[in-house]
């Protein structure tokens, strides 16, 4: 909250775009964050509209996990203001619990409750955040399971499910909750090769249905797929943004080309 | 044999009143050290500064003092109450020290993304806390928690030098009229003793059984 507080008007006005375009949803402006002398993020810009798909690319340590995290003030910020549905992020609290209470968010490494099963990860914050009733949420938490094909894993603890079948537990806990948005931190990067897809395409088939994600990844096949937006990251900067087709096949910057050049030849 | 025999009344008493000592001592000790524990990882500054205090005196002082404090100062204060009652309050208080830290282990044993995914589904502190990290602290911290309970019910002797008449202070009663028998009622005593531990291990074991998830 102390850098570059001035003219937020300019901001919110810049990407008012014509009438009947889709409507920001997330917009960061001017975000920082220092772990100690490491800038890890410098002057972030970046609005995500409703029912789209921004995928984060970027080398190891290029802030983009942390960017992600920032959008539910799992990191906090140093400078810049980050809005959801225009309201800015509530510092702590009830109001910071609710705001989460309505952002998704997957792990890397899934982080299900180890001491409750499947369906119980699926109603628990349905019951204790949403005040749902037992029996709607035991319904919601059926049906979301069922969507991601693990009706009959239910009943097992998520030490007794695979690293993709705990992530799409991790999916449904979060899809029960009815987020506006959801974020995504590198969901496949912990998993086997052959259990990457199966999330990929719980994933892939949310974004059909016009949910809001932001995604980082390290899978190019699914960026390029998936992806409305691909925004590049490299250093803690926001190095460029564009279609998925334009930054795979003509990426503007050197950073991206080099970047490319890496993950795809090998 | 035939001693310890004409004297059960009196030592099965005595062991009585030690149990009682221990069970409420024990009762108040879990729950005042698990919140202890919760306010020394909680968010709120002062909450974790006076959860550490509170450890840092009670755990680094003696038991005996802690008695003295209870059954000498606060009486001289005004405040009146049976030895047995001040007895378990000194002991709750000290044990409680000892229960926050074997929980505040089991709480830093619970991985970091157990709460960070508590905190990103919209759960405040306090329900991340009771429906998600306690519940996995709790089972991480069954072992040593067994050994601080062990260990408060044999520091409930101490007792025995402050007007409540259990096991030792019987073992000190009986020794006084019947010293030729000092073998016999030392073994007796602390065959009692290890009996009462063997049950708390026993129960503690049965906790972490029953308590395991897979």
Same mark, same amino acid.
């Given at each position: #909250? ?26 960061? $402006? ?78 890397? $490494? ?66 029960? #909750?009815?987020?506006?948005? #959801? ?5 496949? $990067? ?29 899978? #190019? ?20 943004? $564009? ?24 | ?14 062991? +009585? ?5 221990? +069970? ?21 500054? %002062? ?6 205090? =509170? ?9 005996? !003092? ?8 606060? %009486?001289? !204060? ?15 208080? =000290? ?15 619970? %991985? ?30 069954? %072992? ?24 030792? +202070? ?21 065959? +009692? ?19 395991? =998830?897979?």
């Amino acid at each position: #909250m102390t850098l570059p507080a001035a003219a937020p008007d300019d901001r919110a006005a810049a990407p008012a775009a014509p009438a009947g375009t889709p409507q920001p949803l997330v917009v960061l $402006s001017g975000v920082n964050k220092h772990y100690g002398d490491l800038h890890v993020l410098r002057d972030i810009d970046l609005t995500v509209h409703k029912g789209e798909v921004v995928v984060l690319l970027g080398p190891s340590g290029s802030g983009k996990s942390t960017l992600c995290r920032t959008v539910n003030r799992l990191e906090t910020i140093d400078g810049g203001t980050i809005t959801i549905d225009g309201v800015p992020l509530p510092e702590e609290g009830r109001a910071l619990a609710r705001l989460r209470s309505e952002v998704g968010m997957v792990f890397q $490494s899934f982080n299900l409750f180890a001491h409750k099963t499947a369906l119980e990860n699926v109603v628990l914050a349905q019951v204790k955040v949403r005040k749902r009733s037992k029996e709607e949420a035991h319904a919601k938490a059926r049906a979301l399971l069922e969507r991601v094909g693990l009706a009959a894993h239910a009943g097992k603890y998520p030490a007794q499910l695979s690293g993709g079948q705990q992530q799409r537990v991790a999916i449904a806990r979060a899809l029960a #909750m009815e987020p506006k948005l #959801m974020l995504f931190d590198e969901p496949t $990067s912990a998993l086997d090769p052959e259990t990457v897809s199966e999330v990929l395409d719980v994933i892939r088939a949310l974004a059909a249905d016009g949910m809001t994600m932001i995604v980082v990844t390290h899978e #190019m096949g699914f960026a390029r797929s998936a992806a409305d937006r691909v925004v590049f990251m490299a250093d803690g900067v926001l190095v460029e943004e $564009s279609a998925p087709e334009d930054f795979f096949t003509a990426p503007s910057s050197e950073r991206a080309r080099d970047f490319l050049a890496k993950v795809l030849h090998h | 044999m035939g001693f310890l025999w004409d004297n059960h009344t009196v030592i099965l008493d005595a062991f +009585g009143e030690g149990l009682i000592l221990s +069970g409420w001592a024990a009762l108040f000790a879990l729950v005042v050290g698990t919140l202890l524990a919760v306010m020394r990882v909680s968010p709120v500054p %002062p909450l974790r500064w006076a959860g550490t205090a =509170y450890v840092s005196v009670l755990r680094n002082t003696p038991l005996v !003092l802690c008695f003295m404090v209870f059954t000498s100062a606060i %009486p001289h !204060l005004g405040f009146t109450a049976e030895p047995l009652t001040w007895a378990i309050w000194a002991l709750s208080a =000290y044990t409680a020290a000892f229960v926050c830290e074997a929980v505040r282990a089991g709480i830093k044993s619970v %991985p970091r993304g157990q709460a960070e995914a508590a905190r990103a589904i919209g759960m405040t502190f306090g329900q991340s806390m009771r429906l998600v990290i306690l519940p996995q602290a709790l089972r991480a911290a069954v %072992p040593p928690l067994g050994n601080t309970m062990i260990a408060m019910w044999k520091n409930s002797t101490v007792a025995a030098g402050f007007g409540v008449a259990e096991g030792a +202070g019987a073992l000190h009663d009986l020794l006084n009229d019947h010293a030729d028998k000092i073998w016999t009622l030392f073994i007796g005593i602390a065959v +009692g003793y290890m009996v009462v531990v063997f049950a708390i291990s026993a129960v503690f074991r049965l906790i972490e059984r029953t308590w395991r =998830y897979a």
